[in-house]
């Protein structure tokens, strides 16, 4: 669906499901917040409408095949490049960027309790912790992994990141992300995507705000093949949400931060570059419910893997080994026969970030609350605890509904390395192994 109109214009269209956001994934969409902004039949002409300027925002290079192609034409009140003054270094606080090896932990199966919320004024700038960093930021591979605490809006502040995209996952408290390409608002359940490059500021809606970020070195989230699965079915491309064109004109001096090459960096501007009048494109920032993933599983008997829930995948060059996977686990019916039903024991060569948005996750029951972390690294061995594992064993295999979950995965083809705030820090538990303490020796050779 592409809209050609002013926002409040949208939000009364035919066929409009969420005012103020287009549907699709990946689309051409195009919208102006002005009348006759958005240049028709061209992309760059002699005067642009409105006196503004035409600019080109590229996601890939110029000659990736049509599929990966990115790039969105911006029409602005002052062109980017006036943005760029004198870059200083800026404090980047706990954000930390692949390849970073500052602290060694002996290799160990980790989980860490939810961050508490500080009672000192925090920005999105200030409050991020970045807690595992994966391959190398220098070579467009890899990842990070987050946790956000905000308790203040950015106000008079914009930034945008060179390092990778950022898939944001709200755990508590609802965002607002004011972008170049439009606003997007978020609760606990969605989440939000802004592409490279993009510039945006980050508001609190009232609460404290805490949540998971990844950060995206590699090639852009897109939605994984479906196979044999069909056409429909896991996330749909018209659940995807992408804002319309709202802008500010505002001569208030501005202070944009710029993460590039693991380094933050800040320059002052008078003015907000949240000046985009008209743009149309498919490179611009999403937001997508996790609530309206269609999960797919066994109706019979045994477990598909974990794949089946992913939700967004990060291509790398190897077929079929993700730079990253985003994987879900939603409220679903488990309903399989003969079949022990939480996730099996095992160990891989992909590296697991999980996090958990709200509600209990089935193979730990204990420990694992909303707003922690375990991270299971590569070829380290995991499975469901005692309490997972004896109830899953014994129970009775009528059909049960997980409801009120909403467990996630970063889940990377490079090992996690730990960052040192991680390793220090007070939530990390000790006795997390002790989990698997009492799954003692069951076997017995007179008792097939
Ligand atoms: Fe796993």
């Not at 898939?167 to 359940?189: C, D, N, Y």
């Amino acid at each position: 669906m592409n809209y050609n109109a002013a926002p409040e214009v949208l939000g009364k269209s035919v066929g409009q499901v969420t005012p103020g956001y287009m549907s699709g994934f990946g689309n051409s969409f195009e919208t102006e917040a002005l009348p006759g902004a958005l240049p028709m039949g061209r992309n760059s002409p002699q005067r642009c409408a409105y006196g503004l300027y035409a600019e080109q925002l590229s996601g890939s290079p110029f000659t990736a095949p049509r599929g990966s192609n990115e790039r969105s034409w911006l029409y602005r009140i002052r062109p980017s490049v006036r943005h760029s003054g004198r870059f200083a270094k800026a404090d980047a606080g706990l954000w930390r960027t692949a390849p970073c090896h500052e602290h060694e932990l002996p290799i160990a199966q980790l989980r860490w309790d939810p961050a508490p919320i500080p009672h000192a004024d925090m920005t999105f700038l200030q409050g991020v912790q970045t807690m595992t960093t994966a391959g190398d930021a220098n070579t467009q591979a890899g990842m990070a992994a987050h946790v956000y605490l905000i308790t203040k809006s950015m106000v008079d502040q914009h930034f945008y990141n060179a390092d990778g995209e950022m898939m944001f996952v709200p755990q508590q408290g609802s965002l607002k992300f004011v972008t170049e390409f439009g606003r997007i608002e978020a609760e606990p359940g969605e989440i939000v995507v802004i592409p490279r490059g993009v510039k945006f500021r980050v508001e609190i809606q009232g609460a404290p705000a805490r949540g998971y970020i990844c950060e995206n070195y590699g090639g852009a989230f897109t939605l994984p093949e479906r196979g044999p699965i069909g056409a429909n079915c896991l996330a749909n491309a018209r659940d995807f949400l992408t804002p319309v064109a709202a802008y500010e004109d505002k001569d208030t001096p501005t202070e944009l931060f710029v993460k590039w090459g693991g380094q933050l960096w800040m320059t002052k501007l008078p003015h907000s570059p949240i000046d985009v009048v008209a743009w149309h494109g498919n490179y611009a920032p999403y937001k997508y419910d996790l609530r309206t993933f269609s999960p797919v599983g066994a109706i019979g008997f045994d477990h598909p893997d974990p794949s089946i829930f992913t939700v967004l995948t990060s291509p790398s060059e190897t077929a079929g080994t993700a730079n990253i996977d985003f994987v879900i686990f939603p409220e679903r019916w488990a309903v399989a026969e003969n079949t022990f039903r939480p996730p099996w024991y095992h160990m891989n060569i992909m590296s697991e970030f999980m996090g958990l948005i709200y509600g209990v996750y089935d193979a730990k029951p204990q420990g694992f609350t909303p707003g922690g972390i375990s991270l299971h690294n590569m070829m380290l061995p995991h499975g469901p605890d005692r309490q997972a594992f004896d109830h899953a064993s014994n129970s009775e295999l009528k059909p049960v509904k997980l409801t009120g979950t909403m467990a996630f995965m970063f889940e990377t083809r490079y090992p996690q390395r730990v960052t040192e705030f991680a390793a220090k820090s007070a939530t990390l538990q000790d006795d997390y192994a002790d989990c698997w303490k009492g799954l003692e020796k069951r076997f017995d050779p007179n008792k097939p």
